[in-house]
């Protein structure tokens, strides 16, 4: 009976740290891979609670043969899981990929067969006692089968824990392969361990399928395992700010933006958060140059000209504040990008009717590129980007480039 109560607290456990795992973040690949080992180890779990009663024979056989389904999907959910965490799986040969599913479904069909290595069971104080076949097929095909997808496993997880330069990676990793190595070898051991040692005693590898479930549970809360905190801002706190403010991932993904991005460059929801940030910059490399320097500096960088693509074409002048975000581990997490407007700039173009290729290069101007580095981003010529220049300087009434930029450096929107 004692087997019993420990299978229905393992299938409550299992129900809920997959409903937590969805909850935390239902996109992330590794979530999922997760959500399908607890749904294997559920099944295995609920057979269990039946299995260990004192019912009938035929009515324990059917129970076993449920349960089959989960220590058979067990072999496939562990390897799958740890290479989805290791980011090897779509690296992973497709051969590997079919034999790893079609293995454990040719085990199964061999024990619904009668080809189990369990024999005969007898009823024991604290559940069934099983009688093993050591010599069976089945008996290695589960056992070496369990123990080598947890080898294959734990040796790409350690390989991709040794290339991240990221410390919570390395410590959610390093967790990972305690608790696994735990509960992937000491657990076939103390199932086999009473028929080898010739004991009345009921197979206790459910035991350690709770020390792995309590093992992920705690790297969920000390190292975040399976969640993304990025949503720092909530909608209604910065859909009421006037500027841009966008949330990005360590990649320069979107996560997050306020409705202000939308209104002004016309882009729908679905095509903004697919998108890198950079990729509605127009000097996309000068935004990710001064991102690296901003990561590297640990501060605020500022890019007071910079120009915003739009659905229709206009490209919208815009200044920049970038605040890397850095967690306990002093990780880089990703950056809060603030565009402001330049509605003053804008005035002083129209007021001097400039050109839009003209308030390009008087952008590129104010950044300090050269007249060859503004030709060479424009793909003009040095001669035309002096003549542009020329035309720029008889507007303005600016005699040099130090006219030309004091007029505009008192157009400054931020405090």
């Known amino acids: 009976m004692f087997l019993s109560y420990l299978s229905f607290f393992i299938f409550l456990s299992c129900l809920f740290i997959a409903i937590v795992g969805l909850t935390l973040d239902p996109k992330a690949k590794f979530n999922r891979a997760f959500v399908i080992y607890t749904i294997i180890i559920s099944i295995w779990s609920f057979a269990d609670i039946f299995y260990n ?65 369990v024999k005969s069971f007898s009823q024991g104080q604290f559940g069934k006692i099983e009688n093993i ?3 069976s097929i089945s008996f290695y095909m589960v056992y070496l089968g369990s123990i080598i997808s947890s080898i294959i496993g734990l040796f790409f997880v350690f390989r991709a824990r040794k290339k991240s330069t990221s410390k919570r990676y390395k410590a959610q990793a390093k967790g990972l392969i305690i608790v696994s190595i735990i509960s992937s070898f000491f657990g076939p051991f103390s199932n086999i361990a009473p028929t080898l040692f010739g004991l009345k005693f009921p197979p206790l590898g459910s035991l350690f399928v709770i020390i792995f479930i309590g093992g992920i549970f705690f790297l969920m809360n000390r190292y975040r395992l399976m969640r993304l905190d990025f949503n720092l801002l909530k909608n209604e706190i910065s859909d009421s700010i006037s500027d ?45 140059e001064n991102l690296n320097d901003a990561i590297k500096q640990k501060e605020k960088i500022k890019i007071k000209q910079a120009l915003l693509k739009t659905l229709n074409g206009i490209e919208i002048p815009i200044s920049i504040l970038i605040c890397p975000i850095f967690d306990k581990f002093d990780d ?23 050109s839009p290729q003209e308030k390009k290069i008087t952008l590129y101007i104010m950044q300090g590129l050269s007249n060859r580095e503004i030709g060479e981003k424009m793909e003009l010529s040095e001669g035309t980007v002096k003549n542009y220049i020329y035309n720029i300087y008889k507007k303005t009434n600016s005699s040099n480039r130090i006219d030309l930029v004091q007029l505009f450096s008192s157009i400054d929107n931020y405090a």
Do not use: H
């Open 332 to 354: 880089y997490i990703g950056a809060i990008i603030i565009c402001k407007m330049m509605n003053e700039f804008e005035k002083v173009i129209n007021l001097y009717k400039i």
């Open 53 to 117: 009663l004192p019912i009938s024979e035929n009515a324990a056989w059917f129970w076993y043969k449920v349960e089959a389904i989960g220590w058979c999907g067990m072999i496939f959910a562990i390897i799958y899981m740890f290479l989805v965490f290791s980011n090897y799986y779509d690296k992973t040969p497709l051969f590997f990929k079919v034999l790893i599913i079609v293995y454990p479904i040719f085990l199964y069909i061999l024990i619904l067969n009668n080809q189990g290595f």
């Open 133 to 135: 076949d050591i010599s």
């Open 244 to 288: 841009i403010v966008v949330i990005i991932s360590p990649e320069q993904k979107i996560l997050e933006v306020n409705k202000i991005l939308f209104e002004k460059t016309n882009y729908d929801v679905e095509y903004i958060t697919q998108r890198m940030f950079s990729d509605f910059i127009i000097d996309k490399d000068a935004f990710a």
